[in-house]
């Protein structure tokens, strides 16, 4: 769920991570449209909507239990993995 910015309220599932730029991509979430130039082997131009990423800390995620934002930890799950959990019910997310 985004907590900031344009999109703030919206929630929707993340595509992809960017731990190296500290950014996520969500699904539906922050569009930007692009105009696209007809070039090389692609037939048309137009313009095209993409999801563009957004800063980690204007997200949250959202707990399908609590039915709410919440801040998560991480721990590790029968010794083996490091997983992320809701603080407040501790319900497991990485499964
Ligand atoms: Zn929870």
Known sequence: MV???????KSGRILRVLPEKEKVIIEKINFVKRHA???G???QGGILEKE????????????EKCNKPVRIGHRMVEGIKKARYCRKCGEIFDK
Do not use: Y
């Open 52 to 63: 563009a990423p957004l800063h980690i800390s204007n997200v949250m995620l959202l707990c």
């Open 41 to 43: 082997k692609q037939r």
């Open 37 to 39: 130039r007809p070039h």
């Open 3 to 9: 907590v900031n910015g344009k999109e703030k309220g």
